[in-house]
């Protein structure tokens, strides 16, 4: 989970409030992310931070579970485009293209099916959370959310162990397994820079679409030409 350094300054740069008191409530050993997972526990917690906090507080609440959450599958979106790096012996800059893209829709995706639990089927806390994951889109900061969970070391380290266990089955040397486990090292710190660049992240993403419509245009005259050749 991210840092509750991390999670202060989100909650001072999206609502203008932390709590540690709130962090100590959700991550309290006994209950750990309990009120993501137990509507009763959710109501209970977010009635004592509103009671405490207002609705500053109840924002703060669910911001924490969103930024859980958003690395959880950071975790799994960081991995796959690492793997795809390291074994594909790419450039992480020519690979971004469609990851990046893809960044805004994996927050929102937040909002639908298992993502958010307990959170999205309580009325209150799901009006909380479409409102802060909006806002984060709307205000561009998807981006630099995600360079500041890839940036601390626990979750690095997540990273390189899956990455590591990757290679234990499938590198093909001692030699070959430093060599790759050493570009993934450079390459999540090369990825957490490039998030800093928006120049660089709207051309790829822009370079992207361009391709994606080429091919569909070209897969399009394919099959023309092949309807028209029979």
Same mark, same amino acid.
């Given at each position: 989970m991210p840092s509750w350094r991390l999670h202060a300054k989100w909650g001072d740069l999206?609502?203008? +409030?932390h709590s540690k008191e709130i962090d100590e409530v959700i991550d309290r050993r006994e209950s750990h992310d309990a009120g993501r997972y137990e509507i009763d526990v959710l109501k209970t917690q977010l009635a004592t931070v509103s009671s405490r906090f207002g609705v500053k507080g109840e924002l703060y609440y669910v911001l924490h579970h969103i930024l859980d959450r +958003?690395? $959880?599958r950071l975790e799994s979106e960081v991995t796959k485009l690492i793997e795809d790096v390291v074994y594909g012996d790419y450039d992480i800059? $020519?690979? =971004? @293209?469609d990851?990046? +893209? !893809?960044l805004p829709h994996i927050l929102k @995706? =937040? =909002?639908s099916g298992e993502g958010l639990g307990a959170i999205m089927t309580y009325e209150r806390s799901r009006k909380l959370a479409q409102e802060l994951i909006n806002s984060i889109i709307e205000r561009k900061l998807v981006y630099t959310l995600a360079h500041d969970i890839i940036v601390e070391n626990s979750f690095k380290e997540k990273i390189l162990r899956n990455i590591?266990? !990757?290679l234990t089955w499938r590198a093909r040397s001692h030699d070959d397994f430093n060599r790759k486990l050493s570009k993934a090292r450079e390459s999540i710190n090369e990825l957490a820079q490039l998030?800093?660049?928006?120049?660089f992240i709207e051309r790829s993403i822009s370079e992207s679409r361009v391709?994606? =419509?080429y091919e569909e245009v070209k897969n399009l005259m394919d099959k023309i030409n092949e309807r028209l050749d029979s």
């Open positions: 999206v609502i203008g +409030f +958003f690395e $959880d800059r $020519d690979r =971004l @293209g990851w990046l +893209f !893809s @995706g =937040l =909002l590591e266990m !990757s998030l800093l660049d928006p120049n391709r994606k =419509l």
